[in-house]
């Protein structure tokens, strides 16, 4: 039988966590200088390793930290100081550097794996959610409900990045550098937040 209110819930609870609101004009700010073919090749290809990802954390999750010894808070240390480098980055356009010292190995560096799939899509927060609602039914059928969620959502985020091309042109090149700016220091906060989230549950933060 078919729990209703458990995938209303679950699918609430990570198009939340993933915020495809949020990331979307990241991405946006991320491949603005990309032709409309190269930005939708990215838009498919983070989401689908972010899939790929979250489904071996539903089917593995937990056991493939404990295996390697780390802890859920490690890994959202992680994850944030991670994050806070592509805020850095995004704050004080190091990517435009980075592109001219790459041009001739390629025309664009690849957002697409790091930091779109991870950790922004597959971030600590996806991750955490997607282990705790494959854990919510025993065996394989709380894995199977857990990844037809996050498929559901993820479905969402990638409508949402292929409409990138038309925020791009709404906005102009001025509008995405403020809005790359802006996005830089809400990324900063958010990483910062995810690091003292893992740090409070070792008891370094309050």
């Known amino acids: 039988?078919?729990?209703?209110?458990?995938?209303?819930?679950?699918?609430?609870?990570?198009?939340?966590?993933?915020?495809?609101?949020?990331?979307?004009?990241?991405?946006?700010?991320?491949?603005?200088?990309?032709?409309?073919?190269?930005?939708?090749?990215?838009?498919?290809?983070?989401?689908?390793?972010?899939?790929?990802?979250?489904?071996?954390?539903?089917?593995?999750?937990?056991?493939?930290?404990?295996?390697?010894?780390?802890?859920?808070?490690?890994?959202?240390?992680?994850?944030?100081?991670?994050?806070?480098?592509?805020?850095?980055?995004?704050l004080f356009d190091r990517r435009t550097k980075r592109r001219e010292d790459r041009a001739e190995e390629e025309e664009h560096p690849d957002p697409s794996v790091f930091p779109l799939a991870i950790p922004l899509i597959a971030g600590p927060g996806s991750i955490a959610t997607i282990i705790l609602l494959a854990g919510q039914h025993p065996g394989v059928l709380g894995i199977v409900e857990a990844c037809i969620v996050m498929l559901a959502v993820m479905a969402v985020v990638l409508i949402f990045f292929l409409s990138g091309g038309v925020i791009a042109r709404i906005l102009g090149k001025t509008g995405l550098n403020v809005l790359t700016r802006l996005l830089g220091m809400l990324l900063a906060a958010l990483s910062v937040q995810f690091i003292l989230d893992g740090l409070k549950a070792f008891g370094f933060a309050s």
């Open 1 to 90: 039988m078919i729990d209703l209110a458990f995938f209303i819930t679950a699918f609430t609870t990570l198009f939340v966590v993933i915020d495809p609101f949020g990331t979307t004009p990241i991405f946006v700010a991320l491949t603005q200088d990309m032709d409309a073919a190269t930005r939708r090749k990215t838009a498919i290809r983070s989401c689908l390793t972010a899939v790929c990802i979250l489904i071996a954390f539903a089917a593995f999750g937990e056991a493939v930290l404990g295996f390697v010894g780390i802890s859920m808070e490690a890994f959202r240390v992680a994850g944030g100081a991670l994050l806070f480098l592509t805020a850095l980055d995004m």
